[in-house]
């Protein structure tokens, strides 16, 4: 075999007698070194995968334990946040109330006197049409009552 393609990983399969095969042809192709079946060797591989599955579970469940605790964590820090979060906003909101509020009044009382402007515009032009009204039929009735008396001092 060439030296590429010892590098290449082996395709294992547990429990199955060929892979131990393909391992020593792998040792003997990289290191020289002839190895049997039933070497002890492979019984140092075995206990070797043995405490690194022990090690990596021990490893992962402590990965596990400090993850959550991590998470925990961050969740506790979010909730603070969120709680912050909440009361400046409120506060904003009602500062912008306020404002709005300030606003609306200022608007209201705008409208209130341009509304009170408008009414005595409004009266003002009644009072000139009432007036100008009640002076032509004033001006009527004294012709009609000059017409009458120059009528009757005819007769």
Known sequence: MSRAKSELPLQLVAGKRT???ALAATVF???GIAL???DPAFALVTLNELILQKLMGELLENGD???TARLAEFEQTMQRVEARASKVLAQQVRESAGGLRRTLQEEI???QLDVQRMIVEIRDGYRV???ARWSVVAAVTAMVVFGCGFWVGKF
Do not use: F, G, V
């Open 109 to 111: 009382s705008s409208a």
């Open 129 to 131: 049409s009432t007036l």
């Open 36 to 38: 049997q079946e039933d």
């Open 29 to 31: 192709e990289r290191h």
């Open 65 to 67: 334990k400090h993850m």
């Open 19 to 21: 892979d131990l095969r």
